[in-house]
């Protein structure tokens, strides 16, 4: 069965900085491209990064720069640094998985919420 | 970017009638060298993380019911619910996975009439 968990997500102050993680089981990690996805509360997905599994990214016009993703596939891990936090960083938080072949989000974690506030 | 924009915001049914949901790309998703649309369809319940439906426009995610369907090409396609049920009330977004950035439209809630 094919896991993702988030995790690192909390409250955090604005410029602040946090590193997400994602860890992976049930399928081979490194053979996979993955992603992260965010959703502010109410409001629609918003896709952020993209890896694939050699180390290749790709980023959203909205986060470049600030956001870093970045994987072990020895760990079995997806990361997601992410700088200078605002109050529009504040959603849930997904790992996603794509599909054997093609680039859709197959496999998606529960997500894990940041919240940026002072 | 491509923008992907949906039709309409939201839209009531009644049980057992048609659900139908739009979704258009600011540019084609249409790759010639394999003649695939790069467009998948997500369903998201409250409380919960999306679930693939449809990938590459019309492919059916194994196990999603027979009533979903997906249908269109280049820049436009639909989401077709072919008999309303209780448990398909949710929120639908498509996604384009075409260029290296991908993109959402901005969902459509589906709620019982």
């Known amino acids: 069965e094919v896991l993702l968990v988030e995790s690192g997500g909390g409250l955090v102050q604005p410029g602040g900085s946090l590193r997400l993680s994602c860890a992976a089981s049930?399928?081979?990690?490194?053979?996979?491209?993955m992603n992260w996805v965010r959703q502010a509360p109410g409001k629609g997905l918003e896709w952020l990064s993209y890896?694939?599994?050699?180390?290749?990214?790709y980023y959203a016009d909205s986060v470049k720069g600030r956001f870093t993703i970045s994987r072990d596939n020895a760990k079995n891990s997806l990361y997601l640094q992410i700088n200078s936090l605002r109050a529009e960083d504040t959603a849930v938080y997904f790992c996603?998985?794509?599909?054997?072949?093609?680039?859709?989000?197959?496999?998606w974690g529960q997500g894990t919420l940041v919240t940026v506030s002072s | 970017d491509i923008v992907m924009t949906q039709s309409p915001e939201s839209l009531a049914v009644s049980l057992g009638e048609r659900a139908t949901i739009n979704c258009k790309s600011s540019?084609?998703?249409?790759?010639?060298?394999?003649?695939?649309?790069?467009l998948a369809w997500y369903q998201q319940k409250p409380g919960q993380p999306p679930k693939l439906l449809i990938y590459w426009a019309s492919t059916r995610e194994s196990g999603v019911p027979e009533r979903f369907s997906g249908s269109g090409s280049g820049t436009d396609f639909t989401l077709t619910i072919s008999s309303l049920q209780a448990e398909d009330v949710a929120v639908y977004y498509c996604q384009q996975y075409y260029s290296t950035v991908y993109t959402f439209g901005q969902g459509t809630k589906l709620e019982i009439k």
């Open positions: 996603v998985r794509e599909g054997d072949g093609g680039s859709y989000s197959v496999y």
């Open positions: 890896i694939s599994g050699s180390g290749g990214s």
């Open positions: 540019q084609s998703v249409l790759k010639r060298s394999n003649n695939k649309n790069y």
């Open positions: 049930g399928f081979t990690f490194g053979s996979y491209s």
